[in-house]
């Protein structure tokens, strides 16, 4: 009985772990438009050396955001998926430093 409790209580536990998107605060180097063939916009920030990708079906505020961030060297917040993820979920006005 301690053994399927114990195996109840570990799906349990399983469940529950649901992993958190990762948001950072960078800064866009470039906003590359897709090709008629692709399904996102590339982007690159100065704070990393990868490329990362906007779906062309996310907000249309979110590419507006990216492109006010490279046009003024302003960062703005990008979440992700995991770390390991190139794929841009959203974007959002970073807040000022006072």
Known sequence: MISAFHNIEAKQNGHKKKA????HVMTVASVRPANS??????????????????????????????????????????????EMSDVILSVAKAKKAK
């Open 20 to 23: 958190k998107m990762v948001t």
């Open 37 to 82: 063939s692709e399904t996102f916009v590339e982007v690159t920030f100065s704070e990393s050396q990868r490329f990362y990708k906007l779906p062309n079906d996310a907000n249309p505020k979110y590419l507006q955001l990216l492109k006010a961030s490279e046009k003024n060297q302003s960062p703005v917040i990008v979440s992700r998926a995991n």
